[in-house]
């Protein structure tokens, strides 16, 4: 039995295993979260979707729409609950109200397939498409193999583009578990109330009533078809099904059968190879059909080949080089401890760091430690990979032990750790892409900086801090607060980065007199006498609050020891008991003076000379938001 998993049992007596840490909605925060449904996204035959906000991120919110369906609403949150895979949208919460059953989940950016495909003109190379067919086929496969509340696996049940979800990299993320089963010891489940979208539906099922992970196999054949077609699995009397049947019957693959966007000279035999494939998924001999986790197997293959056709179509290097940086590698044992420290981090060969940095041709920053690229997984998601350019032994250990600290910390203003290689010299990791770059270039640029995303900024800094100086984390120092290590994804949300200097405290404090400083945020103790305290933080915490309502950089200053923020706050509220001067021009209409004012206030303690003085980051975190909460109240009343 999983040791997440708890028995939930409603009014009607209806048993099921629930992750326990799933969140239990009131009707009335379901309310708050979507701003009473006003927002609708999508409708199903089970329910409609609203976007809501929750803790300052995007979520969406499934309302079922007859109460009597109760039962199931319950069996799609036990079987969801207990997922936990990249290319499966997260379930975060439900509520079981009086007059609503409702599933909070992630937001997923791009919409579903289906729309993508059929309803706009969204260009989508080749090896994109193969990315969300390997994401969906991963998921699948986890689904197929996984153990749940007992020695089962979980059939989808109604694999469509519908319902494959599609973020802002195009990854794919499977959801709506409305009809997914159980399926007892991991074989097959018989019924008379067959359900699921008939244009996808394997015939077996439909005929017999007989469920089986081969079902998924046939649906997902059929979105296969659909992704090289770009064209309905059927539409009137057409049938992309009986089409490409028949052409791998005869052996006669006709360019027609693919969407023009994706064919060129050097894929096409990459095109029959899916379509062969999709073929064999859609067999009505079910023991012919192949299993999942071979299909995203050869999906890979073929992602890699038109990896390699694209690479030799638009870089300007030799084959000769090209097959050398290809070849095999053998792993370096020497790595063992921290391959232990990783756990089930996923592990890169160098070949497979070629493929996906193309060579590492696109440098997105560089700094003292380390250059850092962008790059593409098979699924679409897009990674950084971060490789050490200095081969000087003490820097490697703050490289490698920023790593053995971050793989251990799991928070949403956390920059994420994918995965790692351990084939050179160095070991190389690849991170969570932030698109929108760190907040020292957000602070530095012209772009419009809105008052309303500063505080969020702050408010998620201030959580993630919080989370890693808390027992949940094993209480951890960060040591590097600073604009650079707070990054910024797609919807300018912070996550925070950069740990090569950081420490995991066994006590409440610890002595180092040999770590690198930046003196621009270094809390002044720590540089004088080594003290090393979660309260160095909150120091360099309060600096960055500065810079948010100042848009000004500190300086350092020799003669003092501090920062001229530091200094040029604490004398304009020494002097005028306010902070007015300091703020920047573009956030400072009457309305938010007193909200600016406020985060001066917080700015000063946190970076009062004494650590003893200064409030936890806990503390800081929960004055943020409740400053936010006045400042909204106040806004609507105006």
Request: hydrophobic share 40%; proline share 2%; glycine share 8%.
């Amino acid at each position: 039995m999983n040791g997440n998993l708890v028995l939930f049992q409603d009014r009607t007596k209806h048993a099921v295993y629930i992750n326990k840490n799933l969140k239990d909605f009131t009707e009335d925060a379901i309310e708050r979260i979507t701003s009473n449904y006003s927002i609708p996204i999508g409708k199903g035959g089970f329910g409609e979707v609203f976007k809501g906000v929750l803790d300052d991120e995007l979520v969406a919110v499934k309302r079922y729409i007859r109460q009597e369906l109760r039962e199931e609403f319950m069996d799609e949150v036990s079987i969801h609950s207990q997922m936990s895979h990249r290319n499966v949208v997260n379930l975060i919460g439900y509520c079981i109200g009086e007059n609503t059953l409702t599933m909070v989940t992630e937001f997923i950016s791009k919409g579903n397939l289906d729309d993508i495909l059929h309803n706009s003109s969204t260009s989508i190379p080749l090896d994109i498409r193969l990315g969300i067919a390997i994401g969906c086929a991963e998921a699948l496969s986890y689904m197929h193999s996984m153990h749940l509340s007992g020695d089962n696996l979980v059939c989808h049940g109604d694999i469509k583009p519908a319902n494959i979800l599609l973020d802002a990299n195009l990854t794919a993320k499977v959801s709506d578990f409305g009809l997914s089963r159980l399926l007892l010891g991991g074989i097959t489940q018989y019924t008379r109330n067959v359900k699921g979208s008939i244009d996808y539906m394997d015939p077996i099922y439909l005929r017999e009533g007989r469920l089986t992970p081969k079902s998924d196999v046939y649906s997902f054949g059929a979105v296969l078809l659909e992704l090289i077609a770009r064209k309905r699995v059927k539409e009137g009397s057409c049938s992309l099904i009986s089409t490409f049947s028949n052409a791998r019957g005869k052996g006669e693959w006709s360019r027609d059968l693919f969407d023009r966007e994706i064919i060129s000279a050097g894929n096409i035999k990459i095109l029959e190879e899916i379509g062969k494939l999709a073929t064999e998924c859609l067999t009505l001999d079910i023991h012919k059909r192949p299993r999942i986790t071979d299909v995203a197997k050869r999906l890979l293959l073929l992602w890699r080949q038109e990896k390699r056709e694209f690479f030799f179509r638009t870089e300007s290097v030799g084959t000769s080089n090209l097959m050398r940086c290809l070849g095999s590698f053998e792993m370096d044992v020497a790595n063992s401890e921290i391959l232990a420290k990783l756990g089930n981090m996923r592990f890169f060969t160098e070949k497979q760091l070629i493929e996906v940095t193309r060579n590492f041709s696109c440098l997105c920053s560089e700094g003292w430690l380390a250059e850092v690229y962008k790059g593409t997984l098979e699924d679409n998601t897009v990674v950084a990979v971060k490789k050490s350019v200095d081969a000087y032994e003490e820097h490697i250990i703050h490289f490698v032990n920023g790593v053995m600290i971050h793989a251990q910390l799991i928070h949403t203003n956390i920059i994420k750790l994918f995965g790692v290689c351990l084939e050179v010299g160095i070991p190389i990791f690849l991170y969570e892409y932030a698109a929108e770059g760190n907040l020292s270039d957000l602070l530095n640029g012209s772009k419009h900086f809105p008052l309303e995303l500063r505080l969020e900024i702050a408010i998620g800094t201030a959580k993630a801090l919080a989370y890693m100086h808390s027992s949940d984390s094993g209480c951890i120092r960060h040591g590097s607060v600073n604009p650079s290590n707070i990054l910024l994804d797609h919807n300018f949300s912070p996550k925070v980065s950069g740990f090569s200097l950081s420490r995991a405290l066994t006590i409440e404090y610890n002595y180092d007199d040999s770590v690198v400083v930046r003196r621009h945020y270094s809390d002044p103790s720590f540089v004088q006498c080594g003290l090393l305290t979660v309260k160095s933080d909150v120091y360099s915490f309060g600096i960055i609050l500065m810079e948010l309502i100042s848009r000004k950089l500190s300086t350092y200053d020799e003669d003092c020891e501090l920062t001229d923020l530091v200094i040029l706050y604490n004398k304009a509220y020494d002097s005028e008991k306010r902070g007015a001067a300091m703020f920047d021009k573009d956030i400072t209409a009457d309305k938010d003076i007193i909200l600016l004012e406020d985060i001066g206030k917080l700015a000063i303690e946190c970076t009062k000379l004494g650590p003893d003085l200064r409030p936890t980051m806990k503390e800081v975190a929960e004055r943020l938001e409740i400053l936010r909460a006045s400042w909204g109240k106040a806004s609507q009343g105006r």
